[in-house]
């Protein structure tokens, strides 16, 4: 049979980087993954938590569960969101999804009609960017400076289209470019949005890794009008594997994710969202997050270290103060795509930067590092490698 | 601000069921519920491998998963159907999704644009309906008689619709009915999709279930022309509340599905894929499933005991052999929801027959019992109750 599949799924290529990763082979050292450290995880008391779960509330928590969420969890996370971050009015709903990505998914879903605009930082998120093509959204990027989007572009990117939906921003170290958006522009972000009537998908999974730095107020945290839809995730502060991620957004918005959560796939896995929430109720969370800090301040410093040693003057990189990346700029004139070919090569995988186009076809000169995923030796080793491969290629 | 959201989800309304049960006061005893019996999991033995998971394999369990599945499980699986039911060539491919519900919702998402049709059963699972509604699918309906599908009405919509895309079925212990499609039907169906080019969305999450009469082969079993996409679930015969379930779709369908869970979840919850693998691979699976069978057996025939002796003569009913449902049907001219909401009054929750409908509007005189989630006790009681309630609103 001839399959006549849906244009939605057409439109669609498998991710990138996820290709990339499967295909590497024992030698090469993955510095292309976006995994956080599996060290970063609280195994010995999520395995005490487990078996308390067993004993305690089985039926429970291996019976279906409701869309919106383990209630407890959604109460603890709400107050925290509150308490620590200054997020949430009693216009707005906490949702747990699974994962960050269904929260951007479902955005996606109850907002944007095919053929609608979302306008999205440039370089982004590859995921994202496939949810939103997975919908048929039409995507406009908008440049990102070192302290966050080109506003004047912004503006002009909403004057010239004005059935724009969705703006799409991770203003907190953000993937691919490690970097974050200074307080004066997120207000900005907000005010144009509020200005142009579009809704904010702020998508935040790496706000609680900063490891210097002062923390900067989210958008939502601004959020008077009921206009931002904020994504956070337990991926990297408790584990990826388990799939349990949360949305605060406005409650007109909210109900329709339930709705479009229910037709997903239900609710989201119940034992985890237990075991997170008796986390947090009695564990020591923050000081697990400060843990988880200090390892990748350690494991970027690895990296910025081996990075001044033997990187050529000519090429750039961002320096980030929390998250999993660092982005990397050839000199004009040099063949990306060429070098991440020869840099595999030599034995240590990136993520090429036309992954991270929100608009295809455009040419790009960077390349995305992460300093979580290997082991300090193959950080330091994996870095060397590539400032090694890249005195080489730049000489040629 | 005034939201515009997406056309696709302003069709949606909360699920009717979900509802019902949400607000349900301790006094009423759920009828209505779709839920496994908790004492059908395998708790102990679950509770014994995730130790072993914690101890000997977290750093697998808990980082990021690939896509298609966790590979052990998938070869497990596919093994399983393989050679008990007969099912799988090697043109197709088992994936693991988030639940039987996101196997529906990701074959709607690259299967049918919006406003194309899909063909269901009539009464149908209402969780399928409303994804199918999330894709702004149109839906027609085909009514199911004591032995499946009208096969003459399939017909006369596939010459009547050209642009049909999907079948969606239960052909087993359907939901809401409690009832089989028999094996000539199968065939049937089979050979007009065939014949029509009709991709058949075949949901078996009850096909294990069978607690009386003969086995009969699914229609994926029957698939050499590579039209079917096989849902499975593990929610009725391990934990409904860890939302894990499996495709078995043609490889073209399935690299496509793949695509589009990138996009939704990027992947099911991967303890719990290597908790399922383990407990197929060392425990006694197949068992545990004559467990429920028995259980499922037992609850039923309180069940029917109970309407024997209490329901008036003219209320129809089906006579389940497996599954988790029955289906009533009033006298003609009786109406339907005032029934419900009378029998609600007097402390019984059932599921009206409207919310099943595939087109809406059309009325119903029937209404879904469920016998797997209350205690026995309450089985019996419930039904009791329900036997005096219809013999007072028939006499009215």
Same mark, same amino acid.
């Given at each position: *049979? ?21 295909? !590497? ?62 997020? +949430? !009015? ?8 699974? +994962? ?39 995507l406009k990027g908008v440049d990102v400076l070192d302290d966050g989007m080109d506003i004047e572009a912004l503006e ?9 939906? *969705? ?12 970097? =974050?958006? =200074? ?26 890794? $900063? ?31 388990? $799939? ?29 969202? *237990? ?23 350690h494991k970027s410093g690895l990296m910025l270290s081996a990075i001044r040693e033997t990187f050529p003057k000519e ?12 982005? =990397? ?35 790009? $000169? ?31």
């Amino acid at each position: *049979m001839e399959y006549r599949f849906a244009d939605r799924i057409n439109n669609l290529k498998p991710s990138a980087i996820r290709e990339i990763l499967k295909n !590497t082979d024992p030698n090469v050292i993955p510095l292309a993954a976006g995994n956080p450290a599996v060290e970063s995880f609280p195994i010995a008391e999520m395995r005490e938590i487990a078996c308390k779960i067993f004993d305690e509330q089985a039926g429970v928590a291996f019976q279906y569960g409701i869309t919106e969420g383990y209630p407890k969890l959604r109460e603890l996370l709400r107050q925290r969101l509150h308490d620590k971050f200054g997020m +949430g !009015t009693e216009n707005d709903e906490l949702l747990i999804v699974s +994962g960050g990505q269904q929260a951007i998914d479902l955005a996606t879903k109850v907002m944007c009609n095919e053929g609608e605009i979302i306008v999205s930082e440039n370089p982004a998120f590859i995921g994202a960017l496939n949810t939103f093509r997975s919908y048929g959204a039409k995507l406009k990027g908008v440049d990102v400076l070192d302290d966050g989007m080109d506003i004047e572009a912004l503006e002009r990117t909403f004057q010239e289209n004005p059935n724009v939906k *969705m703006l799409y921003t991770i203003p907190s170290f953000q993937n691919p470019l490690g970097t =974050c958006t =200074c307080l004066e522009k997120r207000r900005a972000v907000y005010d144009l949005c509020v200005k142009y009537g579009v809704v904010i998908l702020e998508d935040n999974p790496y706000g609680e890794l $900063r490891f210097d730095g002062e923390d900067i107020p989210t958008i939502k945290s601004m959020d008077t009008e009921g206009i931002v839809i904020y994504c956070g995730s337990m991926s990297k502060v408790m584990s990826a594997g388990i $799939r349990v991620g949360f949305v605060l957004a406005p409650k007109a918005i909210a109900a329709k994710m339930t709705v479009g959560k229910q037709a997903s796939d239900v609710h989201t896995n119940q034992f985890f969202q *237990m075991l997170i929430a008796e986390y947090m109720e009695h564990y020591d969370f923050d000081g697990h997050i400060q843990k988880i800090r200090a390892l990748y301040k350690h494991k970027s410093g690895l990296m910025l270290s081996a990075i001044r040693e033997t990187f050529p003057k000519e090429v750039g990189y961002t320096i980030p103060q929390g998250g999993l990346f660092l982005w =990397c700029t050839l000199p004009e004139g040099a063949d990306m795509l060429a070098f991440v070919q020869f840099v595999k090569e030599r034995g240590v995988s990136v993520v090429p930067g036309v992954a991270f186009n929100v608009e295809e076809g455009t040419p790009s $000169r960077c390349f995305r590092l992460n300093y979580s995923t290997p082991s300090d030796e193959k950080v330091v080793e994996g870095t060397r490698r590539l400032g090694q491969a890249l005195q080489e290629f730049l000489a040629k």
